[in-house]
């Protein structure tokens, strides 16, 4: 599929569009940038002491396990309760944001993993750079808002990440996403059978979008981009990485298993028709692995 339209967009203002300081967001613009994007970043926004305690345990924790990944009830353990990854997003623009993204249904926490992506120099248990993905290939379909933290410096001399700024319908239907399977299940990874396969790769990003479609912020410690498990997304590393980096991602999950999120507009009809899909997608959970009528997301 070919979504010739956005191969004319002028990615270069889009970049400096959703990339700002913390100051000159607000709850609402980063709402905005969020859906129509489908990805922000927030420079400034996370503490730079809960950074550097998170990463000390996690560091702490990975000396004694081979785990790809370190999850937050490791952390817990380790710190005796004291220390959460959730603690990286206590900014009240984030947290308002959060409010706004879910609004109309309470939302809880649903994971935090930190992870390791090894650099040009192999290091010893460390996650090769991942691929080009979405996060619904291999969780949930329901809504989430994800908070991706590095914590250490990347996108220059560490691998950083590259994403798909586009909304995530128009992500949806170029994944392929199909809400019944496509392929009998296969692979070991469930949610596989409703995706076509191997049509996100860098080459054909660049052939449908343009050369420069791919964002690949540069990153500090402190800096947050902000998605959901509706995007293109992947480590980004050239010849030069020779560093490794270590980040945390943070979900965040609806009560109401919906793949779409409440209308913007005034529309009373539109937002009448959001809250009935949403008492309905709550009764059939159980009954459907999409967990929404299909008419609902195209409000």
Not at 20 to 25: E, K
Not at 46 to 65: K, Q, W
Not at 230 to 259: N, Y
Request: with cysteine; net charge positive; hydrophobic share 40%.
């Amino acid at each position: 599929m070919s979504l010739a339209p956005s191969a004319t967009a002028d990615w270069a203002s889009i970049s400096r569009e959703i990339d700002r300081d913390i100051a000159a967001w607000t709850p609402e613009t980063l709402r905005a940038a969020y859906i129509a994007h489908g990805c922000a970043v927030v420079r400034g926004a996370i503490d730079l002491a809960t950074i550097t305690r998170l990463r000390e345990a996690t560091s702490e924790i990975y000396a004694r396990t081979k785990a790809i990944h370190v999850h937050d009830p490791d952390i817990s353990e380790a710190t005796q309760g004291r220390l959460s990854g959730f603690d990286l997003i206590a900014h009240p623009k984030l947290k308002r944001f959060l409010d706004l993204v879910f609004v109309g249904q309470r939302y809880g926490r649903e994971s935090a993993t930190a992870r390791r992506i090894m650099g040009g120099k192999p290091q010893k248990d460390w996650q090769p750079p991942l691929e080009l993905h979405v996060d619904s290939f291999f969780h949930e379909f329901w809504f989430t808002v994800n908070f991706w933290v590095p914590f250490d410096e990347c996108g220059m001399e560490a691998p950083g990440l590259q994403l798909l700024p586009i909304d995530y319908r128009a992500t949806r239907r170029y994944a392929g996403f199909s809400r019944a399977p496509v392929y009998p299940y296969r692979d070991g990874v469930e949610n596989s059978r409703y995706f076509p396969g191997d049509v996100l790769t860098v080459d054909r990003i660049r052939r449908d979008f343009g050369a420069d479609a791919l964002l690949r912020p540069a990153m500090k410690p402190g800096d947050v981009i902000v998605s959901s498990n509706w995007i293109v997304h992947g480590s980004h590393q050239t010849a030069d990485m020779a560093k490794g980096r270590a980040s945390m991602e943070l979900r965040f999950i609806g009560t109401c298993p919906d793949i779409a999120v409440k209308p913007d507009g005034l529309d009373s009809y539109r937002v009448a028709a959001w809250f009935l899909a949403n008492r309905v997608a709550t009764k059939i959970r159980k009954g459907t692995r999409t967990g929404i009528p299909f008419w609902a997301e195209r409000m």
